[in-house]
């Protein structure tokens, strides 16, 4: 398919694009022709109350060990291993060990549902699955005899010791029976606390049936088998059975349907993009005096390409999470983090929330402070009177809010859904430098990004080396580069649609180019929106399921660029109004549709759509409007406050619900809720 291009932009002038890298070797440093640079903190997570590191040496030699080690398995190059792990250490050892033996790695985002889990292992027929820790592992092992291929289990967090075989109870009755088990109770078994890390559960399994004799090793064991192995020769031929070109990892995102696709992504597709983002990033020194504090999680692109990207340029990279970044930017003071938007929109929310307690002296140097940022430029210091009154201001406001964020950010790197132009002015007054940048799983994270004397709030920035953008003839943003998937895994019809055959992609967003080469992202073509967290909704099954029901005549999702999903929903008034009279409402009231137990039949009907869905993509809060009131209004009274419906209010006792969400079963909603 032809492709005629109304602008175009090509990649900065500022860095390089390198080519022929596999992701083990960033290890080793930006410069393969100068030594390795050693970083002592390399690494870092916080566990039982401290600080634990390695050092770049230790990485190295953790994942030599384990690509040694997993030849025990038997597996063949590019056989696929899931990773079902936190941020920690231990991922990045598992990642890379993987990627060194010559697998193909397919992390799986935790906040999935046990059923798109369950969808990926079949599909990626994985022999060999690798989590975190035993209380991962219970949460999915009532539902593993749901994956035949499955052979082995590697736990990160367990004791060295002797493998152990799982020879289930009952197994001799299964293969008789020509059945499999019946799923047991969820219920009964799944404990589902916010973090699993924290999990404990309370009461032991029931004893599981698998159709097959499950192996499973602590990661510590799989690495002494490699540690027997190890030799430099032994290394020397891991590294050379790699090519740049190998799959290196499936990374599942949302689809169009209710089922997430598979992105396949090459060494070099992640390696070169890394590279590229990194060095076009003015003056950034390699070494230790940089530090990254990484809290996004590691089984999605953003924060996977800034992992390799620090390693690579030999920083210390401290691992956290939601709950804990307040007292680790504290603590650590990093000069680096990545983000999204809504971690922004917090801060600034507490902040201007602090006018309502405050003595009316600081409340009004506050919000005169506030005012300074709207005039602030990120490429121009400021002059004259206005640079009189933000030094003021930074001694009485804002070095302040610089504290919450350690002191010592030199950059926050924000992406994965659209940030406000004034949040980047309003932190970068108060030398908070935001940067927003732009990039697809598709793209291998990194496509452009503002960065310092190049930052211009609105826009996503200029285009890393190696990248040519154009625009369709519909503003459609299209791209070519070196970081370009191969296609979608076992999807060739998704594929054609995606990459032409002189392998443009096409992004499904819209944009503009200025003259200067900056992209802004004016709409979204495909039918997926991004919550300001960073997590695509797929609209169509949802609506589809409410739409099925004769109640209703139109159901619209929102929720882009905000904080959860919502939907707006357009009764079926010729089905709706006799059984509100047969349940002896008065019809002829005004809003009589609002009554709560027409609320509440529409509520069963949200529930049963949710059933199935991620935490994250189910919708929160509903209206019912009739089809001449005002959309817009509707929209913004269920995220303001005001006529709103919350998702989990009031609810008929009397089972007039249809579908429902007591009926979902646990397996059907998310591993880690919200």
Known sequence: ???????????????????????????????????????????????????????????????????????????????????????????????????????????????????????????????????????????????????????????????????????????????????????????????????????????????????????????????????????????????????????????????????????????????????????????LQTGPGETLLLFLPLTHIFARVFLYGHLAWGHSIYFSDPNHLVKHLRRIQPTFLVTVPRLLEKVHERIVDQCHHLSRFDRQVLRWAIRLTRQFDPNQPPQGLYRWQMQLADRLVFAKWRQVFGGQLKACISGGAALSSHLVQFFSAAGIPVYQGYGLTETSGVLCYNRPGHNRPGTVGLPIPGVELRLAPDQEILVRAPFVMQGYYRDAAATEKALTPDRWLHTGDLGAIDADGFLTITGVKKSLFKLCTGKYVSPRPLEADLVASPLVAQAITVGANRKFCAMVIVPQFEALQPLAQDWGLDTTEQNWWHHPRIMARYQGLIDGANCHLPYWATVRKFVLIERSENLAAAVEGLYGGGGERDGGGERDGGGERDGGGESCPVYARSLMGG
């Open 1 to 283: 398919m032809a492709i005629t291009g109304s602008t175009q932009a090509n990649g900065s002038d500022i860095g390089e694009s390198v080519l022929n890298r596999t992701l083990p070797a960033l290890i080793d440093g930006v410069d393969l022709t100068a030594p390795a640079t050693d970083n002592d903190r390399a690494l870092n997570q916080w566990r039982q109350g401290k600080w634990q590191s390695i050092s770049t040496a230790e990485l190295r030699q953790a994942v030599q060990e384990l690509a040694l080690g997993l030849e025990k398995f038997g597996l063949n190059q590019g056989d696929r291993v899931a990773l079902m792990m936190h941020n920690d250490i231990n991922f990045a050892i598992a990642d890379l060990g993987t990627l060194l033996a010559g697998l193909v790695n397919v992390p799986i985002d935790l906040t999935q549902t046990i059923e798109n889990i369950l969808f990926i292992l079949q599909q990626v027929d994985t022999p060999l699955l690798v989590v975190s820790n035993q209380d991962l592992l219970d949460q999915m092992l009532p539902y593993l005899w749901e994956v035949p291929s499955l052979k082995a289990v590697i736990v990160a967090d367990m004791q060295a010791g002797e493998p152990i075989d799982l020879s289930l109870q009952g197994q001799e009755t299964a293969t008789l029976s020509g059945e499999p088990p019946p799923t047991p109770a969820p219920d009964a078994c799944l404990q589902l606390p916010h973090l699993l890390c924290d999990a404990h559960p309370q009461h032991p399994c029931p004893p599981v049936l698998l159709p097959q004799p499950l192996r499973v090793c602590a990661l510590a064991e799989v690495r002494r088998w490699g540690q027997q192995q190890w030799t430099s020769q032994a290394i020397q031929v891991l590294h050379q059975a790699l090519s740049p070109q190998d799959l290196a990892t499936i990374i599942y995102i949302a689809s169009d349907t209710k089922r997430p696709k598979g992105v396949m992504l090459t060494h070099q597709n992640m390696s070169a993009n890394a590279l590229a983002a990194f060095s076009s990033y003015p003056n």
